[in-house]
């Protein structure tokens, strides 16, 4: 009998110290998550558009752990992200624009999302708008999931315009009252000889310049699915270009090359010392701060037939992500409408999901800008670059012949040639 109930309590001190050691493992295993990161590049305004993100996702996931990580400033963003591709290491998702992701894509780096995307029960292609999704594809797959879509706008001061008793730019604008408004708005205040007020800023770039010249009938390639040269010195392309290089060279509407090293013409606007501006939507988060004047958005001036360019970012896949199903679980809830919800609200996106667009999160009426619907209206004029894994280096060869052009420092006949030629190697 008395060994029984040794026995008995033997099997109960050993069960008490079983369950003291497992009640630890239990408890590791459920408070265990999958973490994923996450690159992005953008200002301080962006980055608490994505934090919000990753916050309410991970709220939603509790099993789920998303780094953050932002590089300002898109040529360290680049710089960056190539070296974590070559080091084996790269992020497990990271936000790209289109006109950037071809290098990566030609590596095969890049998960295809066409299968995921069929098989999701949250989101589905028809959700998105046609033209964003076309950007992302690359030889008949989806490579990319777009969150945004946006067009470049005119931001105008509305102060300055009330100040000098001018009309608002109307929707349907031309060239010449564009640039007649940039004139009247272009002041020396206190008649010292130089501009203190500018009436646009532009950076002299070819993705600023290219809705002028679609607008005017030229093309920028000879072939835009698979150009082998470029087409800026045709009689449409020409003068369009023209058009923008006078802006600064002829009538000094935009600030020259000095004022421009000394301070960035985005700078010049927050500051309410420049009337006009050219940006995409990206910019909306920042403006929202701004208090000393009130401002809006007005399209690009029309020329002889609409044509706008696309701005969009898309969340892409790591194709050597250890973690895929972690990552495409953050993508498409990204991209749900509680997600591009989210980002809407901040002003950062046009949501590339079509009833989001035309929902109160993006227009709403109560938030600036008030003519958000101009981004919608934009939207079947959009054209996009060629997809190609060199068209960064194509970009960057006209960039840097068309703002010598620009600011007067050669002629825009030597602008083009010079392009043309350091194009070359890009486009065959």
């Not at 890049?110 to 989101?123: H, T, W, Y």
């Not at 898309?314 to 749900?336: L, V």
């Not at 934009?378 to 960057?396: C, D, G, K, Y």
């Amino acid at each position: 009998m008395i060994r029984l109930m040794i026995w008995v309590i033997w099997l109960g001190v050993g069960a008490l110290m079983l369950a003291a050691c497992v009640q630890p493992i239990q408890s590791t295993v459920q408070t265990e998550r999958t973490s994923i990161t996450f690159l992005i590049s953008g200002d301080p305004a962006d980055e608490d558009a994505y934090r919000t993100l990753v916050d309410a996702f991970m709220a939603a996931n509790p099993d789920m752990q998303v780094e953050l990580i932002n590089i300002p400033g898109q040529g360290d963003f680049s710089r960056r992200l190539a070296a974590d591709f070559a080091a084996s290491a790269p992020p497990d998702v990271f936000l790209i624009n289109y006109r950037r992701y071809g290098p990566y894509v030609a590596r095969g780096a890049i998960e295809p999302l066409d299968d995921l995307l069929a098989r999701s029960a949250q989101i589905s292609r028809s959700d998105f708008y046609p033209q964003a999704l076309a950007a992302f594809t690359w030889g008949g797959q989806l490579m990319c999931l777009p969150q945004n879509m946006s067009s470049p706008v005119i931001y105008y001061n509305k102060t300055l315009f009330d100040a000098g008793n001018i009309p608002y730019p109307a929707n349907s604008w031309t060239w010449d009252d564009f640039l007649a408004t940039a004139q009247t708005l272009t002041l020396d205040l206190n008649g010292d000889g130089a501009i203190d007020q500018h009436g646009f800023g532009v950076e002299p770039t070819l993705v600023r310049a290219a809705p002028f010249v679609w607008m005017n009938g030229g093309e920028i390639v000879d072939d835009p699915v698979a150009p082998t040269r470029l087409t800026l010195d045709s009689p449409e392309s020409r003068a369009a270009l023209a058009w923008f290089v006078a802006l600064q060279t002829e009538h000094h509407v935009t600030p020259n090359a000095a004022a421009s090293a000394t301070e960035s013409s985005l700078s010049r606007f927050l500051n309410g010392r420049l009337a006009m501006y050219v940006e995409s939507r990206r910019v909306v988060p920042e403006f929202r701060r701004i208090d000393a004047f009130d401002w809006d958005v007005a399209p690009l001036p029309t020329g002889r037939r609409p044509a706008s360019i696309l701005h969009s970012d898309a969340f892409c896949m790591a194709a050597i992500s250890p973690h895929k199903e972690a990552a495409w679980r953050f993508i498409e809830f990204a991209n749900t409408r509680t997600g591009q919800t989210i980002l809407a609200r901040t002003g950062r996106t046009v949501p590339s999901r079509i009833e989001l667009a035309e929902a109160p999160a993006f227009l709403d009426p109560g938030a600036k800008p008030a003519n958000s619907r101009i981004f919608l209206d934009a939207i079947p004029t959009l054209r996009i670059f060629p997809a190609l894994a060199t068209w960064s280096e194509v970009e960057a060869a006209v960039n840097a012949e068309l703002t010598q052009a620009f600011y007067g420092q050669i002629s825009l006949d030597e602008a083009l040639r010079a392009a043309e030629m350091r194009s070359a190697e890009f486009l065959r």
